[in-house]
């Protein structure tokens, strides 16, 4: 398995797209660099915290209170009475949450025992519930509403309301089977009910109580009730805009995660950004059975044109894209000759040894080998594990002639015409729609389509090295990454044995 190495590219500061409810001490935009900061975002959580522990001693006694013993033995059979109309009634508001007009199915999880509302939504399948697993080892509180005008807030019912998670233990909190969906999985929600909607997205998955009157449709069963309501009448009882917001898999940054957001008022799904610490609800989203890629076409995008190169070396052919200013193949290379390129000899391979995996996503080369190191080498330019050598301005490497092994610079010109901003999702739009796992999948408007065998990190390597900070003379070697749960993109370092991809870039 290839390791994982992921280093943010330098981002410019971003603003966060969802906004942010004044009664909420919880969000906060954060600004994302290479070394992304969120200070602010500590003290948020530290303020959050503080607020938290001060409802939480009421909301605490309010649960103690309830599940404690009567004192006498006369007020009992009343408080049992009472006891059991509140359940009764705790029942039937949870159930009113589901639109009747939706044939829902359901999920039991059998880590918990806990049962699940399910609901198709074009070709996804949801929990139409927010999800309640308690992931050992972290805390999980129940969604919390609030009681009165005054801001006093108790738990409620977790099976009515789910759990809110911080991104870590979200990540741990769908069943097997399941996933927290990513990016793509609510890009592909949201243009399934567009059309349906008439544009109102947002109205079409929050449930038809809750919400401000009229506010909610719940046209396809996805049955969002906000995180912050009256629990008593499903009403507002004060002046603050009811919401919820969901987690995905999808970071755009250190320590930023996306998250989409439904607000009071607001038609359309908003996506942003969050702090990955803070708390908010999931739902879970069936895996699904995608189709088996028996071929390297099958990771194109059908609505792209691409163009065809042939290697002369070993008569491969290969699709290519035009992206701003540069021609890129489309697809990894996979040359193997060790005879006419003695650098390939003991230094490439194929995922798990499988040919086949070669054939779909190309090979892998250790970087001495996509460097072409022999033949530079008779250039005097001596590249390896512990031979720093400055690269010429242009390295064919293993590639074709006419084809060079990209640079730093090479990537960076890539980006800028992709978009390298946060909001502009730039690892989402270079991935293929299809191989990656949990839902990763990218929307490759631009036809670069890249994927990888393992259907985690898609690395390709970068004709840069840079040497050791100790004194031991051991040479880093560049790489560019992708990944399954990013919307970004990374520059690392790595050893130069380890074995990665090959995009060629046509010379100028």
Avoid at 418 to 425: A, I, L, M, S
Avoid at 456 to 477: G, R
Wanted: glycine share 6%; proline share 4%; charged share 20%.
């Amino acid at each position: 398995m290839m390791k994982k190495f992921f280093v943010g590219f330098v981002f410019a500061t971003f603003f966060v797209a969802c906004g942010d409810d004044p009664s909420s001490a919880k969000d906060n935009p954060i600004s994302s660099s290479e070394e992304t900061s969120l200070s602010s975002a500590e003290e948020e959580s530290s303020s959050s915290n503080t607020n938290a522990e001060s409802s939480s001693s009421k909301r605490n006694a309010t649960v103690e209170s309830s599940s404690s013993t009567p004192a006498s033995s006369s007020s009992s059979s009343s408080t049992e009475s009472l006891s059991s109309e509140k359940q009764e009634s705790s029942s039937s508001e949870a159930e009113s949450i589901f639109n009747p007009t939706i044939s829902y199915g359901e999920f039991l999880d059998t880590r918990d025992q806990q049962s699940y509302k399910t609901v198709k939504i074009g070709t996804q399948t949801w929990m139409a519930q927010n999800n309640n697993y308690i992931v050992k080892g972290h805390d999980n509180s129940c969604a919390y509403t609030y009681l009165n005008p005054d801001l006093e807030t108790t738990r409620d019912s977790c099976e009515k309301y789910g759990r809110v998670y911080s991104i870590i233990s979200a990540e741990k909190s769908c069943p097997e089977g399941w996933h927290l969906p990513s990016h793509a999985d609510v890009e592909t929600l949201i243009s399934y009910i567009t059309p349906l909607s008439n544009g109102k997205t947002a109205q079409a998955l929050k449930s038809l109580i809750g919400w401000n009157e009229g506010d909610g449709t719940d046209l396809v069963g996805f049955s969002a009730i906000p995180e912050n309501l009256d629990a008593r009448n499903f009403s507002f009882t004060y002046d603050t805009i009811p919401y919820i917001e969901y987690w995905t898999n999808s970071s755009v940054a250190s320590g930023a995660n996306i998250c989409f957001r439904l607000s009071a008022g607001v038609d359309t799904v908003q996506i942003s950004a969050k702090d990955n610490m803070l708390s908010k609800s999931v739902r879970c989203i069936m895996d699904e059975s995608a189709a088996p890629i028996k071929s390297k076409e099958d990771l194109l995008n059908p609505d792209i044109t691409y163009g065809t190169v042939t290697d002369p070396r070993d008569n491969q052919s290969y699709k290519t894209i035009t992206i701003g200013d540069q021609t890129w193949m489309a697809q990894n290379l996979n040359y193997a000759d060790s005879v006419t390129t003695p650098s390939l000899l003991g230094r490439s391979s194929c995922y798990e040894d499988s040919l086949k995996n070669c054939e779909i996503y190309g090979r892998l080369y250790s970087w001495t080998a996509a460097i072409d190191s022999v033949e530079l080498s008779k250039q005097g330019l001596n590249c390896g594990n512990h031979a720093f050598c400055e690269m010429p301005e242009t390295v064919q490497g293993i590639c074709p002639d006419g084809w060079q092994l990209p640079k730093l610079k090479d990537f960076q010109t890539l980006l800028q015409h992709v978009g390298t901003g946060v909001e502009d999702y730039p690892g989402l739009k270079l991935k293929s729609k299809v191989s990656w796992k949990a839902g990763g999948n990218g929307t490759d408007i631009y036809g670069f389509s890249l994927a990888s065998a393992n259907h985690e990190n898609a690395p390709l390597w970068i004709a840069e090295s840079k040497t050791s900070n100790s004194d031991d003379d051991y040479i880093y070697v560049r790489y560019f990454n992708l990944s399954y749960n990013s919307d970004s993109q990374g520059f690392s370092i790595q050893g130069p044995s380890s074995k990665y991809s090959v995009r060629c870039l046509k010379s100028k």
